[in-house]
């Protein structure tokens, strides 16, 4: 049973990846060296970050690089907000009497003003912060705390994360909220990946309080809705999220007890999108059982259907997405698609149809 939660900072409760990857772009523009996109710094920038910069600027001394970074980064701190769930979470945890513990690389001074800002700070019983290799610390923690290995767990979004879990010899959580991709956590395999503190909260209510369930047995298919939405022009609505890989798909989700499965499109979308729909058209139904591009293994009956933008076609995305694009359908096409997504648009072809358009 857990009793103890270490936490990293850094896209695990708080967001601030558009900040350091700001900064970041900062010290390689003054050190003469090409940017980086966001997708290209999330592949590479890694924990300690000292590694990470030598790779790319080893010809300027450290202390212009953190100097050039903070110039940044401390422009940046009004962008640096708490992540959804993160303070439903916290409060989860003091409900239910969990200790707390920060390890983290953040700055001890930027922790200050950014634990202030989110009011996150005040459900943290012991910060540690300002650590630049996670692995050299866990040992001292658990034991200067008295923490028993199997009652604790290091919750991360980064394979060092998962590293320094298992250095200590306790379980990890590796979240989808942070720096470090799907196939980057997997790699590091740790004892369970969620798509956000929200899930673990859930996962951890339905297991008394444990990562894992006694019976995985007995699991069952999951129904879930999805629907291929279109506006007037034709184009339609395709939707980035982490948990399939990062990949581009529809909106959609499951089907709750004793809910039609329309009316359950309905409020996914809505949900998701903000989008209300009208001519609903049921087009098939897939069989996704252990789908690799999901982020845990999984069995899903999809329910496919198209449907139309009912009023103002203006997206409004929950937590679940990352980006979205209008496309035609051969646009559509051309995207880094999750597999159900591929088969569905082959199996609409040129649906809609608008003139012009393909």
């Known amino acids: 049973m857990i009793r103890n939660v270490i936490f990293d900072w850094s896209g695990t ?12 772009n900062h010290i390689f523009q003054r050190a003469g060296v090409p940017e980086m996109t966001l ?5 590479e920038f890694e924990l300690p970050f000292r590694s990470f910069y030598e790779r790319h600027v080893a010809h300027v001394p450290l202390p212009d690089l953190e100097r050039w970074f903070h110039e940044r980064f401390g422009e940046m701190q009004h962008t640096v907000v708490a992540l959804p769930f993160a303070r439903e979470f916290l409060g989860f945890c003091r409900e239910r009497g969990l200790r707390t513990f920060l390890l983290s690389a953040v700055h001890p001074r930027l922790y200050e003003l950014q634990h202030r800002n989110t009011g996150l700070g005040e459900f943290l019983h012991h910060p540690y912060v300002g650590v630049s290799d996670k692995r050299e610390h866990i040992h001292g923690i658990i034991a200067e705390h008295g923490l028993r290995p199997e009652e604790t767990v290091f919750i991360g979004d980064m394979e060092h994360d998962v590293e320094t ?30 798509e956000h503190l929200g899930e ?10 444990r990562l894992h369930g006694p019976d995985a047995s007995r699991r069952m298919p999951i129904a879930t809705v999805g629907g291929l939405v279109a506006r007037d022009d034709g184009r339609v609505l395709m939707v980035r999220t982490a948990k399939w890989s990062g990949l581009w798909g529809i909106p ?3 089907i709750e007890w004793g809910e039609p499965s329309e009316e359950a499109l309905r409020r996914e979308l809505m949900e998701e999108t903000g989008l209300g729909v009208r001519d609903i058209r049921f087009v ?16 899903f009956l999809l329910l496919n259907y198209t449907c139309r ?17 209008w496309a035609t359908p051969s646009e559509a096409r051309a995207l880094a698609l999750n597999q159900p997504t591929r088969v569905l648009l082959d199996a609409v072809g040129g649906w809609p149809r608008v003139a012009g358009q393909s």
Not at 13 to 24: F, G, M, N, T
Not at 200 to 209: F, K, Q, S, Y
């Open 165 to 194: 879990a298992r250095h200590g010899g306790i379980p990890s959580v590796a979240v989808l909220t942070g720096y470090n991709g799907l196939d980057q956590l997997r790699r590091a395999c740790p004892d369970l990946i969620v």
């Open 252 to 254: 959609g989700g499951k």
């Open 309 to 325: 933008v009912e009023g103002p076609a203006e997206v409004t995305l929950n937590e679940e997405s990352q980006e979205f694009r």
């Open 284 to 299: 098939m139904v897939q069989d996704a059982i252990s789908p690799p591009e999901f982020y845990k293994d999984a069995h």
């Open 200 to 209: 673990l909260r859930a996962v951890l209510e339905r297991n008394g309080m």
């Open 39 to 43: 997708e290209r710094f999330r592949a």
């Open 13 to 24: 409760l708080v967001d601030d990846l558009p900040a350091v990857w700001h900064a970041s």
